[in-house]
């Protein structure tokens, strides 16, 4: 690898184009952000090198990755579309963990909670394929970066 590390050091919202949200919503936008940044790996096609400093906004019903890094400078639109249903049901799914640990079994919690998890993983995988040959990031990148996707979606 040349140049400096392919990774993120800033993740910047752009409140005026999102959805307005609650405190709740607000604190998963922070904490979300804060996890990205702390561990990532992010590799813009054509870059030599970062760190990079990346804005999200929505516009038009797309994700705008606006990423700026030493030499390079470039903003990726992806549709939100192929993303809505996988959204959709995560947050589904989160709501009947939530209420799953306010009185259910430790199997039965544990069963929502892989639910969960696998449709984490399905939203990750999905979301890094939509970034397939404009930003290389690994599993656990893709993880965090769909957690934010889906704190941004939430009101």
């Given amino acids: 690898m040349n140049g400096g590390e392919h990774r993120l050091a800033s993740v910047t919202l752009d409140a005026a184009s999102l959805p307005a949200a609650s405190a709740e919503v607000e604190h998963e ?50 549709s939100l579309t192929p993303l809505k249903t996988v959204l959709k049901d995560y947050g589904l799914i989160c709501d009947s963990y939530y209420q799953a640990l306010r009185g259910s079994s430790p199997s ?20 890094r394929n939509r970034l397939d040959g404009k930003i290389a990031i690994d599993h656990e990148t893709a993880r965090r970066l769909f957690t934010l996707v889906f704190a941004l979606t939430r009101r």
């Fill in 29 to 78: 936008r922070r904490v979300a952000v804060f996890d990205l940044v702390e561990t990532n790996s992010f590799e813009p096609v054509g870059a030599e090198g970062g760190p990079y400093a990346l804005t999200l906004s929505l516009q038009d019903s797309r994700l705008v990755f606006d990423v700026a890094g030493p030499g390079y400078a470039r903003a990726h639109g992806l």
């Fill in 108 to 127: 039965q919690i544990e069963s929502v909670d892989m639910g969960r998890r696998g449709m984490h993983n399905e939203g990750a995988e999905l979301l």
